[in-house]
């Protein structure tokens, strides 16, 4: 069964930065576009970043382009975002996900002095 875990969250102050990493099992990680997308307090679903699946495309939301990358490692059938230069505004709960179908159980960044 697809299985996706997301990790590397924590608090960080602004301006700092994380790596989130999903690793995932039970498909051909190297076949399929991965996807980013984050739930802040109180609000819906953001979309973040895609990539597909051989890592040559990146897209970005504009809210976290130039600050964010997205990138894959498909030896290790990994899923990562590095996230620089954070703001408050960045602080959610951050989803991997396959498709619309499958997600991970998420990962907390939280963005506080």
């Known amino acids: 069964q697809v299985q996706l875990v997301e990790s590397g969250g924590g608090l960080v102050q602004p301006g700092g930065s994380l790596r989130l990493s999903c690793a995932a099992s039970g498909f051909t990680f190297s076949s399929y576009a991965m996807s980013w997308v984050r739930q802040a307090p109180g609000k819906g679903l953001e979309w973040v970043s895609d990539i597909n699946s051989g890592g040559g495309s990146t897209y970005y939301a504009d809210s976290v382009k130039g600050r964010f990358t997205i990138s894959r490692d498909n030896a290790k059938n990994t899923l990562y975002l590095q996230m620089n230069s954070l703001k408050p505004e960045d602080t959610a709960v951050y989803y991997c996900?396959?498709?619309?179908?499958?997600w991970g159980q998420g990962t907390q960044v939280t963005v506080s002095s």
């Open positions: 996900g396959r498709g619309l179908q499958y």
